[in-house]
């Protein structure tokens, strides 16, 4: 018997802000790699969009089903179409999840809880709209008969439940080191981290971006689009503010290493820490791993995504785009611990 209308609820969700954030920064991208004066900037900018766009804007499909007992997740982007299925009576509340930048701003994303205390949320990225995302809260605690555990408010801020879920621990030549994963859109995002060195300066972000032209290495980037690009690049892939002091009054570290400039870009707050970082020892390594793993718009399946590396106060983060196999994380691995050793780690 087809299943009568009251038993079942379907939401849908567009990511308009996304696109429209996505659509500004490929025009930017487009236009300045057309102008041929700030190439580094017009990929930069090309890569944002694209992620945005493309990557992170996925339409959002919640069809909950009382007569199967199952609540389904789609995120469906132009590259993918992600599934998920959890049992309605492992589902204990629908709530608001809130994190909280330094400046006192907040962002929210809506999260199953589970029995076992485990958060899913329906995005691992954050976005503003409290109003919007609580309406659609309610909606589906109405429709389950559930209750709100917990009421975070939008002025007062409560703490945040992080994306990433433990999934694997090692040690590596005695760097004990922690591997994370977490859902953006519709792509796995994978979190290599160790503390065993600290960059108790401040912090060193190294970008990885398309190998491109010999203008890379001379074309100049303005100032506050150099910011702005790399503010974004933090928050896409979910770097604490504690992981980056400091960061509105950082600058890319010059001169720029010519071995590395194709490659790579630098942001610091602590140029004199930075440049004592930047050794041989880290420079090959970094150049290895993007002339086999060159990145680009596009991945194909079972690629290596953008590569960024984080040296921050509580220790070495390595975040690739995309779902690894075991090899590749024992890849990844390899890389972060030689990192960490070339810094006497």
Not at 134 to 142: F, I
Not at 166 to 190: C, F, I, Y
Request: charged content about 15%; overall charge negative; hydrophobic content about 40%.
């Amino acid at each position: 018997m087809p299943s009568e209308p009251s038993n079942r609820l379907q939401i849908r969700s567009y990511p308009i802000v996304l696109w429209i954030i996505g659509g500004i920064f490929i025009a930017i991208g487009l236009y300045l790699l057309g102008a041929q004066e700030s190439i580094w900037a017009g990929a930069i900018c090309l890569i944002i969009g694209l992620l945005l766009a493309l990557v992170l804007g996925s339409i959002t499909t919640i069809l909950v089903d009382k007569d199967t007992g199952i609540f389904t997740l789609r995120n469906r982007s132009i590259f993918r179409n992600m599934v998920k299925e959890y049992f309605i009576n492992e589902i204990t509340s629908i709530e608001i999840e809130q994190n909280r930048s330094d400046d006192g701003g907040a962002t929210y994303r809506v999260a199953i809880i589970t029995k076992n205390g485990e958060s899913i949320p329906f995005h691992s990225y954050y976005t503003s709209g409290y109003r919007g995302k609580e309406r659609q809260a309610q909606k589906l605690r109405d429709f389950l008969g559930l209750t709100r555990a917990m009421t975070p408010d939008p002025a007062l801020g409560t703490p945040t439940i992080s994306a990433l879920q433990p999934a694997q621990e090692g040690t590596t030549s005695d760097v004990h080191w922690r591997l994370e994963r977490s859902t953006t859109g519709t792509t796995e995002t994978t979190h290599w981290f160790s503390d065993a060195f600290q960059f108790s300066a401040g912090f060193l972000l190294i970008v990885q971006i398309p190998k491109a032209s010999k203008l890379f290495s001379s074309a100049k980037v303005p100032g506050v689009v150099s910011r702005f690009l790399y503010e974004q690049i933090v928050k896409i892939y979910g770097f604490s503010p504690e992981a980056t002091p400091g960061l509105e009054n950082a600058t890319p570290l010059e001169p720029a290493d010519p071995r590395l400039e194709p490659f790579f870009s630098t942001l610091t707050n602590d140029p004199h820490s930075a440049r004592q970082a930047m050794n041989p020892w880290v420079i090959l390594p970094l150049v290895g791993w993007a002339e086999a793993h060159p990145i680009k718009a596009v991945q194909d399946s079972g690629n290596y995504g953008q590569l960024v590396v984080l040296f921050s106060p509580q220790g070495t983060h390595l975040v690739c785009l995309g779902a690894l196999s075991e090899e590749q994380v024992k890849e990844l691995t390899s890389l972060g611990v030689e990192l960490i050793k070339a810094q006497g780690g």
